[in-house]
């Protein structure tokens, strides 16, 4: 079993800059892909980004590229969003989630989610 815990959201002025963080515990995350999703209210959780296991490879949801950066910790247990230029269409719940299977933007490819962490950007 794997507990993923999400961390860094807050409230942001648009421009401004966040990195989430995504920490597991109860199995280390080395052989799984990482992805994040969000959900923004009133809207379906959507992709955002994801990398793969040996982090080499990245996948990135349109209006996200060139913004946001994903990428994994030292030890691959932890998994990060830089998110840079952020805007009030941002504003939603981040959650991260890892895959046994590999890189993947469904989210039925994921086994294990985190509880998401609260992403506010004002105009």
């Known amino acids: 079993q794997v507990q993923l815990v999400e961390s860094g959201g807050a409230s942001v002025q648009a421009g401004g800059s966040l990195r989430l963080s995504c920490a597991a515990s109860g199995r280390t995350l080395r052989s799984y892909a990482m992805g994040w999703f969000r959900q923004a209210p009133g809207k379906e959780r959507e992709f955002v980004a994801a990398i793969s296991s040996s982090g080499g490879n990245t996948y990135y949801e349109d209006s996200v590229k060139g913004r946001f950066t994903i990428s994994r910790g030292n030890a691959k247990n932890t998994v990060y969003l830089q998110m840079n230029s952020l805007r009030p269409e941002d504003t939603a719940v981040y959650y991260c989630?890892?895959?046994?299977?590999?890189?993947?933007?469904?989210?039925?490819?994921?086994?294990?989610w985190g509880q998401g962490t609260q992403v506010t950007v004002s105009s």
């Open positions: 989630a890892a895959s046994a299977v590999g890189l993947d933007r469904r989210q039925s490819g994921y086994n294990y």
